[in-house]
């Protein structure tokens, strides 16, 4: 599922993957800034619950992003493939700045709205400029290449991981979320041996990529992005290795990007935040 073609006179809009767990009380930072790249206090906000089975997902971001200065936040419960051609639901969607997908399964929003005028409409509307984000499994989904499920572990192994469409907002990237609380590197690591064309992007919990229309990635939240570049990938074995068995990769270069911290796609640049001021100052 590739990106759609951006419209004339238009850039594309932020993508957004939060790693799970963003923090929504205390000091949303992350949320915060999804709503200024929404259009802050002129933001209307598209919330898609599908992933989640929890009946208050939807309502619980409707206020959370209201609090946080958009015009309007919306919740489009959409439960079945026949929601996704709801005319008045479609509507509302187009008339959104944002977009968020909530946490869940990946594979129930893959399954639900796949293929439907939903996903093709959020593909066009990204395209036009309109950010586009989610978290944990509203994270896995953006991508053209979704990690569907797989196992944790630091070593890449083969048959680790399942792959299934993405909504396709950007084919640069391979996304897994709670990255580092739940051991995913070796996952990460074998999804990218098998074509070494995509970045890896590891999120930590309460940690977001701002993927700007500039091709340029900007870091925020409490933890950590592993961003793995396999751009001079030297050998994978994935070719000859049997289910189970480890995989040798070389020539991998990996970056740990923290808070304010950049990475360039065009020039495949890592820039590290700038140092914090000094106390005596």
Same mark, same amino acid.
């Given at each position: ?8 006179? +238009? ?26 790249v929404?259009?802050g ?67 129930q ?46 070593t ?9 469409p ?51 990635? +900007? ?15 030297? +050998? ?18 990996l ?27």
């Amino acid at each position: 599922m590739s990106p759609a073609r951006i419209e004339e006179h +238009h850039s594309r809009g932020w993508i957004v993957p939060v790693g799970g767990a963003e923090e929504k009380e205390q000091d949303p930072v992350i949320l915060r800034r999804f709503v200024e790249v929404s259009g802050g206090a002129g933001a209307r906000i598209a919330v898609i619950p599908t992933a989640s089975r929890l009946p208050d997902t939807g309502a619980r971001y409707e206020k959370i992003f209201r609090q946080l200065g958009a015009h309007s936040a919306r919740a489009l419960p959409f439960e079945t493939r026949a929601d996704a051609e709801r005319e008045d639901w479609l509507g509302i969607l187009e008339q959104a700045t944002g977009v968020f997908f909530t946490g869940g399964n990946q594979l129930q929003l893959s399954t639900i709205l796949g293929g439907t005028p939903v996903a093709k409409s959020i593909r066009k509307l990204n395209a036009r400029g309109v950010t586009v984000g989610g978290t944990s499994a509203g994270a896995a989904i953006l991508s053209e290449h979704m990690i569907a499920f797989g196992q944790g572990g630091a070593t890449p192994k083969a048959g680790l991981a399942s792959l299934a469409p993405g909504f396709g907002l950007t084919n640069r990237v391979v996304i897994d979320q709670h990255f580092r609380q739940r051991d995913r590197l070796g996952r990460l690591l074998s999804v990218l041996a098998f074509n070494p064309f995509a970045v890896g992007i590891g999120l930590d919990e309460d940690t977001a990529a701002f993927l700007g229309p500039d091709d340029v990635m +900007h870091v925020d939240g409490a933890g950590a992005i592993t961003l793995v570049d396999v751009a001079n990938l030297e +050998h994978s074995s994935m070719a000859f290795a049997k289910p189970g068995q480890p995989i040798c990769l070389t020539g991998i270069k990996l970056h740990i990007l923290t808070k304010g911290a950049r990475y360039n796609f065009v020039t495949r640049e890592a820039v590290p935040p700038l140092p914090p001021p000094d106390d005596d100052d």
